[in-house]
Structure formats: C-alpha cells, structure tokens
Nanobody
Framework: QVQLVESGGGLVQPGGSLRLSCAAS????????MGWYRRAPGKQRELVAY???????AYADSVKGRFSISRDNAKNTVYLQMNSLKPEDTAVYYC????????WGQGNQVTVSS
C-alpha cells in the first residue's frame, strides 16, 4: 500500500522558517517525481516545488529563492525547507507522488502570522 506521511506544519512568524517532511514507500519514492502543492482558502491548489529521482528541482515563481526541496534517498523522505515566510504562504501543504494514479499526503497547515 502506498503511503505518504507528512509532518512539520505549524505556526510561524513572517520572516521565519519551517521544514515539511514527507515519507513515502520505497517503491514509489525510488520511481516517481515527488512534489509539494499548497491550497490557500478560496484559491486553487498550486504546485510549489518538485524533485525528480535524479535530484532535478523546480519551483513556483512565488517561492523561488525562498523554498528548497530536497530528498533523502536513504530515508525515502522528501523535504520542503521554507525560509523568509510570508503571510501569503499560509495554506495547507500537500506532498504528492507523480505516479499514475497520483498519491497525496494528508496535508499540513502552515500559518504565517505575527
């Protein structure tokens, strides 16, 4: 059974940092691109970042230079390091595997507020 287990959400002040983690099953993690999406209230879900099995990364323009996606192959875990957080980063963040069908983590609330 494919499982994506997220952790690391929470409340942080503007300008602060937070790191999200997503642990996946080995068969999925070693095969497919892993990504992070987010959905803010009243807005569409958007791609934040992704990382391929070979380590190629890409970012949404809104987070480029502030967020960093990485993966630890030994731990079957993908991370999203979020720095210089802004209130507009407030959203539920979801890990996903770009398999067919796609698999999603449970979602983690990230709130950026003073």
């Amino acid at each position: 059974q494919v499982q994506l287990v997220e952790s690391g959400g929470g409340l942080v002040q503007p300008g602060g940092s937070l790191r999200l983690s997503c642990a996946a099953s080995r068969s999925i993690f070693s095969t497919y691109v892993m990504g992070w999406y987010r959905r803010a209230p009243g807005k569409q879900r958007e791609l934040v970042a992704y990382i391929s099995t070979g380590g190629t990364t890409a970012y949404a323009d809104s987070v480029k230079g502030r967020f960093s996606i990485s993966r630890d192959n030994a731990k079957n875990t993908v991370y999203l390091q979020m720095n210089s957080l802004k209130p507009e980063d407030t959203a539920v963040y979801y890990c996903n595997a770009r398999s067919t069908p796609v698999y999603w983590g449970q979602g983690n609330q990230v709130t950026v507020s003073s």
